[in-house]
């Protein structure tokens, strides 16, 4: 009888468990939904389209000859190889050696400053402090800092993408290192772990998400960047990137299809790189 009474209570509660209403989901999905059509996706298509274009002979801001060109992706790859190849040269040096400033940093804010934190404050707001100016002044200040010898060089456009990206690095580490359980570090060092193997085997896997996190935010934005690499700031004709040639051909040339066949290579690369990265790295739950 106390079953069977039991049993009655349970198909009651089920049956008095209120009814899903999926449109009211999707009326707080809407505005979301909408943005994201209207500023991401009609903008990739547009771009996608344009790329096939054909270059409007006129140069007009915006005109292109209404054609099918698949040619332009071959046409952009023979061109431009050299500038395309150079970007990611650069973003990937730039990102490695990031990583190697960027992590001891964040490793001391996050974990050695956790008793202090006046200091672990103080850590973090230097780290954010260059964002509370431009970054073009912040590049030019660098420019005008830099010996007139280094300007212009290989070495000056991976020091000006390293300076002006390092922050989105150490951030997403510091993060990550901040929620790491210390009781796992004084595991490994009771289990005669030496430091370097308690490193390798306890800390960078559990900080191993803010390390994908962080080389992703500088390697992406690395990767297109057009500042540094300008022969305003910190390159020469010697260091054109692919971001370079893009904003010359949609603002001085105005070849609107080469420009945005540029850019659909550029995130097709960087897509694969990523992609590859992050699965290598054992953290698909980012993808």
């Known amino acids: 009888m106390a079953i069977t009474a039991f049993s009655g209570a349970a198909t009651a509660v089920v049956d008095q468990a209120p009814k899903k209403r999926p449109w009211v989901a999707l009326v707080l999905l809407a505005p979301g939904i909408a943005y994201m059509l209207l500023f991401f996706l009609a903008p990739f298509i547009q771009l996608i389209i344009t790329s096939v274009q054909t270059a409007s002979e006129t140069g007009g801001i915006g005109d292109y000859v209404q054609a099918f060109q698949i ?27 990031g990583l190697l400033i960027s992590y001891p940093l964040a490793y001391l804010i996050g974990v050695k400053m956790r008793p202090y934190p006046m200091a672990q404050g103080i850590l973090l707001i230097l780290v954010i402090a260059p964002f509370f100016i431009s ?92 500042i540094n690499a300008s ?20 603002l001085q040339t105005q070849n609107y299809p080469m420009a945005a066949t540029l850019s659909v ?9 990523v992609a590859t990265y992050v699965r290598r790295s054992g953290a698909e739950d980012l993808l």
């Open 135 to 226: 970054f073009l002044l912040r590049a030019l200040a660098w420019k005008q800092i830099l010996p007139s010898d280094w300007v212009g060089t290989d070495f000056s456009v991976v020091f000006g993408l390293i300076y002006n990206f390092i922050p989105f690095m150490v951030l997403p580490m510091f993060a990550s290192l901040q929620s790491l359980d210390l009781r796992m570090v004084e595991a490994g060092a009771d289990l005669y772990a030496s430091p370097v193997t308690t490193f390798r085997k306890v800390t960078l896997p559990l900080s191993l998400p803010g390390v994908v996190s962080g080389t992703l935010l500088s390697f992406i934005p690395m990767s297109g960047d057009y």
């Open 265 to 273: 290579i550029l995130m097709a690369i960087i897509l694969i790189f």
């Open 71 to 97: 040619s332009n992706y071959a046409v952009a790859m023979q061109e431009y190889l050299p500038q395309i190849m150079r970007s990611f040269a650069y973003a990937i040096i730039a990102t490695l050696c």
């Open 231 to 250: 022969r305003e700031f910190f390159g020469s004709t010697n260091t054109t990137m692919v971001g370079n040639v893009i904003e010359a051909n949609f």
